[in-house]
């Protein structure tokens, strides 16, 4: 099994379609629901990429990471749900 790893997809090679605005209202509508603490260890060099991309973006860095992961998240339930291609 060949591993990808996230920055290194052409997806995140250029800027976001994601927008400021709209990020900033959902956080502030998502920060009244409770979440739950939890912890990923990182490396520094990814953690500085992260501050760096989410500045560009004009988000916090935290908030940018929960957006990745439930992006993937969405993504990966729809990926498994489709019916397997027939070759």
Same mark, same amino acid.
């Given at each position: 099994?060949k591993?990808?790893?996230? %920055?290194?997809l /052409?997806?995140?090679? +250029?800027?976001?379609?994601? @927008? !400021?605005?709209?990020i900033?209202?959902?956080?502030?509508?998502?920060k %009244?629901?409770? /979440?739950c603490?939890? +912890?990923?260890?990182?490396? @520094? !060099?990814?953690?500085?990429e992260?501050?760096?991309l989410?500045?560009? %973006?004009?988000?916090?860095y935290?908030?940018?990471?929960?957006?990745?992961?439930?992006?993937?998240?969405?993504?990966?339930?729809?990926?498994?749900a %489709?019916?397997a291609?027939?070759?």
């Amino acid at each position: 099994m060949k591993h990808t790893y996230v %920055r290194s997809l /052409k997806e995140y090679r +250029s800027p976001s379609q994601f @927008e !400021e605005k709209k990020i900033l209202a959902a956080a502030r509508r998502l920060k %009244r629901k409770r /979440k739950c603490p939890t +912890s990923v260890a990182l490396e @520094e !060099e990814t953690i500085r990429e992260l501050k760096q991309l989410a500045q560009w %973006r004009g988000v916090p860095y935290q908030i940018l990471m929960r957006m990745f992961i439930l992006e993937g998240l969405r993504h990966s339930v729809v990926r498994d749900a %489709r019916p397997a291609r027939k070759a």
